[in-house]
C-alpha cells in the first residue's frame, strides 16, 4: 500500500477515510513537526497532507524522491516552495472555496471590533475601570460607524467578495482593487493609491506572494485616508508591522483588527501588542467547527485523488497534468 504522512491530526473522519486509502503515519503533536523529522518521515511516502505551519521548501522536496502528492489543509500555499514541486510533476492541492464564509465573518468581526473598540471596553469592564461617578457620558468609547462608511478591498478574489455582500449590508460604499483587473457587481474599482486614500476601512485580501510582499509597506500605509480602519485577514507578510504600529500610535489610523503576523506565534516585542487600538487574532479566519471539518475533507479528497492517479479537485499547479 502506498505511503502518506499527515502532518496533523484533523477535525471530522477525514483521516480515517484517507487510512482507506494508503499506509497512513500521523504526527500526533499539537507542535508542528520540526523539519528533520518531517524529511525523516516522509522517506518511503508518495503523500504528504501538510498545514500551513509546515515548510515545504525545496530542500525538504529535493530530500524526498519518493514524494509525489502533496495536500495543504490551507487554501493559501506561501508555505510551498511551489516552484520546486510543479518542477517534480507533484500535484499541490489546497482548500479553496469551503473557508471563504467563515473568514469573511472574521473580516467583519474585526472591522466592526475595531471601529467600535469592543476589546477595549470589555477590559475596562473586567478590570472594574467603569467609575461609578462617571458611569456613562456622551463621549465614552466613542468609535466609528460601518453605515455610510467607504471600504476598500485590497484583492478582489472570493473571500473579498464575501465582504463586498456583507459590508453592502452594513449600507457601506464599496471600492476594490485587484492586480488583475477584475470586475465586482456593486464594487467600484480603483488604482491602488486612490483607493488608500478613499477608504475609511481598508481589508487585505491578496494572497502573499513575491509581488504581494510588503503591498501594505510604509509608504502604502502612509498614503491612507488619515482616520481609517486597517483590518488583515489574508498574510502577515504583506503589511509592514512597525509602520502600521507607528501610524496607529501616532492616531493617523484609528485601529486596526489583524489576524495573521509576520511571525507566528507574534514575538513578544511585536510592536502592536502594546497598542489598545488594535484588536489581535491567532490566526483565526477559517476557525469555525464546520468550516475546519469542510476543509480536512477536501485537503483528504486531493490526496485521494491524486493517490487514485486522478486530479485532485483543487489543485494549485493543475499544469503539472498537461500528461493526464
Ligand atoms: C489560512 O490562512 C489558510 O490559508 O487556509
Known amino acids: 500500500m502506498k505511503k502518506v504522512f499527515a502532518s496533523s491530526r484533523l477535525p471530522g473522519d477525514a483521516l480515517s477515510r484517507l487510512a482507506q486509502h ?27 497532507l501538510c ?24 487554501v493559501g500555499v506561501d508555505h510551498v516552495d511551489l516552484d520546486a ?30 471601529a467600535r473598540r469592543v476589546p477595549e471596553a470589555d ?26 462608511a467607504t471600504l476598500g478591498i485590497v484583492g478582489l478574489g472570493a473571500i473579498g467578495q464575501a465582504i463586498a455582500r456583507r459590508a453592502a449590508g452594513f449600507g457601506m460604499r464599496l471600492l476594490g482593487w485587484n492586480r488583475s483587473p ?15 486614500a478613499e477608504a475609511d476601512f481598508l481589508s487585505v485580501n491578496v494572497a502573499l506572494t513575491p509581488d ?15 482616520g481609517a480602519v486597517l483590518v488583515n485577514t489574508a498574510r502577515g507578510g504583506i503589511v509592514d508591522e512597525q509602520a502600521l504600529a507607528e501610524a496607529l500610535a501616532e492616531g493617523r489610523l484609528f485601529a486596526a483588527g489583524v489576524d495573521v503576523f509576520s511571525r507566528e506565534p507574534v514575538e513578544p516585542d511585536n510592536p502592536l501588542l502594546g497598542l489598545p487600538n488594535v484588536v489581535l487574532a491567532p490566526h483565526i479566519g477559517s476557525a469555525s467547527q464546520r468550516t475546519r471539518e469542510r476543509m480536512a475533507a477536501l485537503a483528504v479528497d486531493n490526496l485521494i485523488a491524486a493517490l487514485k492517479g486522478e486530479r485532485m479537485p483543487q489543485c494549485v499547479n493543475p499544469e503539472v497534468y498537461a500528461s493526464l
Open 22 to 48: 494508503c499506509e497512513l503515519d500521523t504526527w500526533e503533536s499539537d507542535s508542528p513537526v520540526p523539519s528533520a523529522i518531517l524529511r525523516d518521515r516522509l522517506q518511503g511516502c508518495e503523500g504528504l
Open 123 to 148: 477590559r475596562f469592564v473586567r478590570e472594574g475601570r467603569w467609575d461609578p461617578a462617571a458611569p456613562w457620558h456622551p463621549d465614552m468609547f466613542v468609535g466609528r460607524d460601518l453605515t455610510g
Open 85 to 114: 514541486l510543479t518542477g517534480r510533476g507533484i500535484p499541490l492541492g489546497n482548500t479553496p472555496g469551503v473557508l471563504v464564509d467563515t473568514t469573511a465573518d472574521l473580516a467583519l468581526a474585526l472591522m466592526l471590533a475595531a
Open 212 to 226: 504581494t510582499h510588503n503591498l501594505l509597506g510604509r509608504d502604502a500605509i502612509a498614503g491612507m485616508k488619515p
Open 182 to 196: 477584475r470586475q465586482v457587481p456593486g464594487v467600484q474599482t480603483l488604482g491602488f493609491e486612490e483607493l488608500l
Open 51 to 74: 498545514l500551513l505551519t509546515n515548510r515545504i521548501d525545496a530542500e525538504l522536496i529535493a530530500a524526498c524522491p519518493s514524494l509525489r502528492i502533496v495536500s495543504s489543509m490551507s
